[in-house]
Structures are given as C-alpha cells and as structure tokens.
C-alpha cells in the first residue's frame, strides 16, 4: 500500500506556496504594475547588460540583424543555426507573442518519451502508481506566482515549456532569472539554440478555457506581461548528449534563464511579487516526505490553457551507468508541463525548486527530473555572477 504521507503534504506543498505568492500580484480584473515606457535600449529590450556586438554576432553567421527580425529567424538552415553556448542570441521582436499565438503553441512532445530509460541499470526504485495532475487554484498569482509558461520557435513550429521564477543571489528582491528545462532551450546533440524565446508568469490567471479566451485581452493571457530571455544557459552535457527522448542527457536537462520585461524595466522577482530558492542539496529520496511539479501539460488530454500540479513522495531512476540518478515522482501531466518546477519543503517551511520536468513515458504516468547538483549550481551562479550590478 502505498504511504499516504505524499497524501498529507499535498495540503502542506500548497499551503506554503500560497503563502509566499501573494505579493504584488494583479487583481482580477486588472493588469500588473507594469511601466508604460517602451523597451528600447541594447537589442530592443531596454537590457544595457545584453552584448553590444549583438548585431556582429548575427553576421558572423551570414544573418541581418533587421531581417532577423523581419522573418530571417525561420531558416532553420543548419548553417545559421547557433548551437555553442556561447552564441546565444535573443533578439526581442516586439508584438510577436500576441495572445493568439501564445495559444496556438504546442508542446515539444518527443522530449516527453522515455523510450530509451532501461531500469534495470544503476539504482532505480520500483515505478510509481500514476498520481492523477489536479488543476491549480485561481488565480494563479495568489497560489502560485512564480510559475509560468516558457514560449519558443523550433523547426517543428511555436512551442511551449513551464518555468519558475527563482531567487537571483546577486540581485536579491530584483531576480530576473527563471529556471527551466534544457530542452526547452536547446535542441541538443541533433540542433542549437531555440528561438523568440519568452516567459509568461502566471499565464492565463484566471483559468479560462479556449472559448473564454477567444476575444481575451492581452492582460488576461498574460497578466504580468511578456519577458525575453537576454541571455540562456545549460549544461554542457545537455548541448553534446541531449536527444529527442532526453537520451544520456536527460540527467542534465536544466537550465537558467536571464529574463527582461518587452515593456518597461522592473524585475520580475519585484513583478510576480516572489521568487523561490534553488536547493543543490538536496536529501535523499528516502528522506524526502513529498515532492510537487507545477506546470501547464499541453499535450492531450490537456490544452495546455491550465496550471496543474502532482505531489507525490520522490523514487530515483537511473538513465545509464555513469550518470546521476533522476528524481522520479508519480504523475499524469503529459507534454508542456516541460522544465515546471519541482518543489519540496525546506526546514524552515519554505519551499526550494529542487528539479524540473524533463522526461516521463508515453502513457504519462510518471514523471522524471534531473537531481541538482554542482554542475546546475555552478550554472546557476555563473547565471548570477553575469548580471551583477546590473
């Protein structure tokens, strides 16, 4: 019989994120405290710390930085398209992601396979009974402010990942940065970096369906506004092993985004009204009571227009020898719940991400995520240490 502990915490899990999101969060009727002054600085996206040869970088790979932005973005071509970490390029193009076609994004599916995960190596826990994803409470921003929708061009079309707001340590109450999976930033081993990549916390505040949102104001899709990414890291092992169904990188698949608003200057973290701590030390599975993934499933029997969440108690699961063990809870979101947040209580009674959605199964009963370590520290500080003082 499984522990009905996981069953206990759910209400504690909730609880705690309620709490610490309520804080500068739009009203139900109404849009954040948003700046009116337009972004217009650096590569659009009024962000000084962005690099000056932008434009330079473009050319060196034979692209305009005009005529990225007027539809040179949808060449694919394997020449032009930036793989190494230190190409990445974002430039805002202001109007892009429109309401309409924040909808019509789908989820990047094929990451969500887990063909290739064989239990019988390294240390892998018996799977777990599938633990059904229920709708988050509304509106997001009073129960859970810091999640949000992560929206990109890929060769297959627009898609869409989840992502949380997390503490900046070099710019505490200002964070700009969110966390995310690789996948839902880069395309691995096969590709390079995804493109018009942009977050919406709190996305769709207050639960809508498709038919409630047909003539919706830009405020109630995205009631805190649209953010850009200005610069985007991953793990090296994520770059040279990432593969459609998460392959030996899977254990690797995080990343940390730096993020600007389209309009107007203020922090995200000061926005939304909360970030959440990163904890790259985690206990022990065994040690651990419950573990909570948010995010948006877009993939059926989702639409990908709601939060959900699942809270179960945490197993490992081993991908191949050589790698670390993943995370491994119960759980029925299915594609776009993608790079969500995984959050387990601290000792103090706050809540820490501790991993994100990267793998699950076709039938999507589980789900995996990476276990945060030094390498996805060493990230996230090389993340903070970048936009100090800035």
Known sequence: MRSIRPLLAVTGLAAVLSLSATACGPTENGAADKPAASA??????????????????LKEHG???????????????????????????NPVIE????????????????????????GDQGVTDPEPAPVKAVPEAKPYHKNAAPVGKVFFDAPEGTMVCSATVIKDPKAPGRSNLVWTAGHCVHAGKAGGWYRNMAFVPAYNDLGKSSAELENAKAQEIA????????????????????????????????????????????????????ALDVDFDAP????????????YPAAPPFDGLLMHKCVDRPGRLSISPGTPTMWRIGCTMTGGSSGGGWFAEQPDGKLAL?????????????????RLGEGAEQIYTTMSDKFAGQ
């Open 40 to 57: 217009t600085a650096g590569n659009g996206s009024g962000d000084a710390a962005l690099p000056a040869d932008l434009a330079d970088k």
């Open 63 to 89: 692209v305009d930085l005009d005529k990225w932005k007027n539809g040179e973005w949808k060449n694919w071509d394997k020449d032009t398209w930036l793989r190494e970490a230190k190409d990445f390029v």
């Open 95 to 118: 109007g892009l992601w429109k309401p309409e076609r924040m909808k019509e994004a789908k989820s990047p599916q094929k990451t969500m396979a887990a063909a290739d995960i064989s």
């Open 223 to 274: 009631p805190y506004g649209v953010y850009w990414a200005d610069w985007v890291a991953t793990s090296a092992e994520w770059i040279t092993q990432g593969g459609p169904t998460g392959g030996e990188g899977a254990p690797y698949d995080y990343a940390v985004m730096h993020v600007k608003p389209e309009k107007g200057s203020k922090s995200i973290e000061e926005t939304v009204g909360v």
């Open 284 to 295: 022990e599975a065994k040690d651990i009571d419950a573990m909570g993934a948010w995010g």
């Open 354 to 370: 501790v991993s994100n959605t990267s793998i699950g199964p076709v039938t999507a009963g589980w789900l995996a995520g990476p």
